[in-house]
């Protein structure tokens, strides 16, 4: 069966009353930015933004006991529009686009166990669509554990505004009427670190399409940051499998069902931290996934169909497409 796993506390008391169920899991990190402009500059991706071919992508995982659907939406943005969003920062420099439009990533996720109420999840990211490196992102989680983040990166570090309901109470209200609010700066150094940029984990979805679509073999090597530090990730091809595809593509004009095995590129995701956090160093995590991730690519469309990997107290699980939304 298709599985999502989440960590956290969305299905802890589920998961304890019935061991037996696969739980679904989604992790909508965001991620971290270059260092400076100079170090943007050097950044090692080279990405275009027409290599990749999707808009939007939709993905589902169903079983007895929770459903969950999640959207990824992906369109350009005026930089002249980014003061409006984005949050100010206490320290560092913050990190600038490089572009005169950026690349805005929206990701709604909908967790809905059978027996509880559903959690909705908003996640937006800015990043630039040359070189991925992030410049801000905003959380917002409301069902269960209420809270709203929203991030800055700058050339020190990220630095996070997170606001949260003090009880079950302020929780029904909207988040702007919430009033435990605590601020927080995660500290890195570039140079020292030898990161000539940093990306965001959400964005490794933009960087596989571009770099499937490339004709380069090559690994490419980069950091990102996590929920409280970096982590040193590499992307590499690793030939061609048969897959087995079910999912609706979509454009403009039509649509049209694809359901038939493809050969498809096999894109492996590895992980260490660097610069580990005073407390336990957290555990890298793509879409919920923390080990053998990789990701399928269809050749002839570019279009991601499986995420596959090792989520914890689940084991191997797959995450299939469902429908996609193709540029012209």
């Not at 529009?81 to 909908?110: C, F, Y």
């Not at 967790?111 to 992102?137: E, L, Q």
């Not at 020190?156 to 609010?181: C, M, Y």
């Not at 571009?210 to 690994?219: F, L, V």
């Amino acid at each position: 069966m298709l599985t999502f796993c989440q960590t956290g506390r969305i299905f802890k008391n589920l998961t304890r009353n019935r061991p037996g169920v696969f739980c679904l899991t989604i992790l909508l990190g965001f991620l971290a930015p270059i260092s400076s402009a100079q170090a943007q500059t050097g950044f090692h991706l080279d990405l275009e933004s027409q290599q990749v071919p999707w808009s939007q992508l939709s993905f589902q995982a169903k079983n007895f006991w929770v459903e969950v659907s999640t959207d990824i939406q992906m369109k350009s943005l005026r930089t002249s529009d980014l003061a409006a969003v984005l949050l100010a920062s206490p320290k560092g420099t913050p990190i600038r686009p490089l572009t005169p439009q950026i690349n805005e990533m929206t990701i709604n996720t909908t967790i809905a166990p059978r027996f509880r109420s559903p959690v909705k999840i908003h996640n937006r990211i800015w990043f630039n669509p040359t070189n991925a490196a992030a410049i801000g992102r905003i959380r917002i989680r409301r069902g269960e554990d209420d809270f709203k983040k929203m991030y800055r990166f700058t050339d020190q570090g990220v630095f996070r505004h997170r606001i949260e309901p003090k009880n079950s109470s302020e929780a029904r209200l909207e988040p702007g009427e919430w009033t435990d609010i605590k601020d927080s700066f995660y500290p890195y150094d570039m140079n020292q670190l030898n990161c000539p940029g940093v990306s965001e984990r959400s964005a490794l979805i933009y960087i596989l399409s571009a770099i499937a679509m490339s004709k380069k073999d090559t690994p490419q090597t980069i950091c990102a940051f996590g929920k409280r530090q970096l982590h040193r990730v590499r992307l590499q091809k690793e030939g061609i499998h048969p897959i087995k595809v079910d999912y609706i593509e979509k454009n403009q004009d039509k649509e049209i069902r694809k359901d038939y095995t493809v050969q498809a590129l096999k894109m492996v995701i590895t992980a260490q931290p660097v610069s580990p956090h005073s407390e336990d160093p957290e555990s890298f995590s793509f879409l919920g996934f923390h080990k053998g991730i990789s990701v399928y690519i269809e050749p002839a469309s570019g279009l991601p169909v499986i995420i596959s990997g090792i989520i914890p107290t689940v084991g191997k699980a797959d995450l299939k497409l469902q429908k996609a939304w193709v540029k012209e």
